[in-house]
């Protein structure tokens, strides 16, 4: 390399790091609201109990990865009803789509988990180190004994949140009351400890140290948001027709008329949780979560000017008003067609999941023919095909469940616990609750029956009864 080559660019740039000031108004109480309310969800739900009758757990809230069960107070999912699990997933994306279209990344400001915990992460950063400007000076003070102590105090603070957080989630997989009392004991699965101390380490992570970088360089929301977005989303804008050009408040007062409402006092940077500047306009790192307009409508009311320099708008609406036309309200600006039609999506899914968990039954059959061999001849003449049969009792008590043969005339069968002379059409099972019983059964068919096609019907008594029916093949020879 010769001696006066310029140096390689920079690939990329070193992290500054984001001291958010603490401010107060109607969007940061919202933050507040929806914090404590996802925080109580989760922490508190798996202690929530739920009675279902002796035969099931009476967790509120539980996967019960063990029996292949997902609990949901009065709702119960099995293994073969995944299709409710995918329609939820469909309509959380969906979800996102809808809010996405409306108002930008309001679920990334609000709602994201991610920001939940930042969130909860900055506010013990200004316990234990005081608002923005300590917080900094701090920061770039050397290394004393007062320092060591107040960041130790506030990484074990850290930890603990994060240990509360790895916790909460295992206890969704087992009876929460039970588990803690194994894992204190140390007699908890091994995979529970892997499990909180994984969640532990990312919470702190990601929380307590990454915290914007996660929103900025590696969630791929905000990337795929773009193609949600149009000139009729509403976004936290920064109104620079009114705004510019900028000016201290002592430069405005004597020439008002060569400066715009922005007195570049900076608040709404030094409030925002990611430290972009939202004069410059849209940008990957904004996630609407609208502290900054907490912070300039402040601004706008100590120095006697309207409120709204930053405020929510729609690149249109901006358009609009930039050429002095009036702004539209807020609720007129998303009953507009798209998000109508994400909005009827939504609630035609969630609709027909709901007929669906209505109308569903809870008895279930079925049948697997034994391939090898795929018949026998018995003394008398008669054809013997085996079948294995599985009895599917979904509710909370046992079932006596009716068993009997369609089509196939002449036939009869009988089951391991039935002998071949008490073979007959039709035979009760009882079925315990909430279980699935495996039935060897073997179908006879008079000599000279042809290969055809039958039905098992499956049927129930009771104030509830219900039926399943599965079709099969019976095998003879000289097919």
């Known amino acids: 390399m010769a001696k006066n080559s310029p140096q390689p660019a920079q690939l990329y740039e070193a992290r500054k790091q984001v001291h958010n000031k603490r401010i107060d108004g109607p969007f940061r109480r919202f933050k507040w609201l929806v914090m404590a309310v996802t925080l109580t969800i989760y922490y508190g739900t798996p202690w929530i109990r739920w009675?279902?009758?002796?035969?099931?757990?009476?967790?509120?809230?539980?996967?019960?990865?063990?029996?292949?069960?997902?609990?949901?107070?009065?709702?119960?999912?099995?293994?073969?009803?995944?299709?409710?699990?995918?329609?939820?997933?469909?309509?959380?994306?969906?979800?996102?789509?809808l809010v996405t279209s409306a108002v930008g990344r309001a679920w990334c400001g609000y709602a994201c988990p991610q920001t939940v915990?930042?969130?909860?992460?900055?506010?013990?950063?200004?316990?234990?180190?005081?608002?923005?400007?300590?917080?900094?000076?701090?920061?770039?003070?050397?290394?004393?004994?007062?320092?060591?102590?107040?960041?130790?105090?506030?990484?074990?603070?850290?930890?603990?949140i994060g240990f509360w957080t790895g916790g909460a989630w295992i206890m969704y997989f087992a009876d929460a009351p039970t588990l803690v009392h194994d894992f204190w004991r140390g007699e908890a699965a091994p995979i529970a400890y892997i499990t909180v101390a994984v969640l532990t380490l990312t919470t702190v992570t990601l929380g307590g140290f990454m915290r914007e970088q996660v929103c900025i360089y590696m969630c791929p929301w905000p990337r795929i948001q773009t193609a949600m977005m149009d000139e009729h989303s509403l976004l936290v804008t920064y109104k620079d027709w009114r705004g510019e050009p900028r000016g201290s408040l002592k430069k405005a007062e004597k020439n008002p008329d060569a400066f715009g409402d922005c007195i570049d006092c900076m608040q709404c940077v030094q409030v925002c949780p990611t430290g972009i500047d939202i004069r410059e306009g849209p940008q990957i790192g904004c996630i609407?979560?609208?502290?900054?307009?907490?912070?300039?409508?402040?601004?706008?009311?100590?120095?006697?000017?309207?409120?709204?320099l930053i405020d929510y708008a729609t690149l249109e609406g901006s358009k609009r008003e930039a050429a002095g036309g009036e702004a539209r309200p807020a609720w007129k600006e998303l009953l507009r067609m798209r998000t109508l039609i994400y909005l009827g999506i939504w609630g035609s899914i969630g609709f027909a999941l709901l007929f669906a968990l209505g109308a569903r039954s809870h008895v279930d059959l079925g049948v697997s023919p034994d391939r090898n061999p795929p018949f026998m001849l018995l003394s008398d003449g008669s054809v013997r095909n085996s079948y294995t049969l599985k009895l599917r009792n979904m509710t909370q008590a046992p079932r006596d469940m009716t068993?009997?043969?369609?089509?196939?005339?002449g036939a009869r069968f009988w089951t391991?616990?039935?002998?071949?002379?008490?073979?007959?059409?039709?035979?009760?099972?009882?079925?315990?609750?909430?279980?699935?019983?495996?039935?060897?059964?073997?179908?006879?068919?008079?000599?000279?029956?042809?290969?055809?096609?039958?039905?098992?019907?499956?049927?129930?008594?009771?104030?509830?009864?219900?039926?399943?029916?599965?079709?099969?093949?019976?095998?003879?020879?000289?097919?």
């Open 51 to 97: 009675d279902r009758g002796p035969y099931a757990p009476d967790q509120a809230v539980l996967v019960d990865l063990a029996n292949r069960r997902f609990y949901m107070f009065g709702i119960e999912i099995w293994p073969q009803e995944f299709y409710f699990v995918a329609g939820l997933l469909i309509m959380a994306g969906i979800g996102l789509f």
């Open 117 to 160: 915990w930042t969130d909860v992460f900055q506010h013990v950063d200004r316990f234990v180190d005081g608002d923005r400007n300590a917080r900094m000076r701090l920061d770039a003070a050397p290394w004393t004994w007062g320092k060591v102590f107040r960041r130790g105090f506030k990484w074990t603070i850290y930890l603990v």
């Open 288 to 308: 609407t979560c609208a502290l900054c307009i907490d912070a300039c409508d402040r601004v706008m009311k100590d120095i006697g000017r309207p409120r709204g």
């Open 403 to 409: 068993l009997t043969l369609e089509r196939l005339e």
């Open 416 to 479: 391991d616990s039935i002998a071949i002379e008490d073979a007959a059409r039709s035979i009760t099972i009882r079925v315990p609750a909430d279980a699935t019983q495996t039935v060897r059964a073997y179908v006879a068919a008079p000599a000279g029956t042809s290969q055809q096609d039958f039905d098992f019907v499956l049927s129930t008594g009771g104030e509830r009864p219900e039926s399943d029916t599965s079709t099969t093949r019976f095998t003879a020879p000289g097919e």
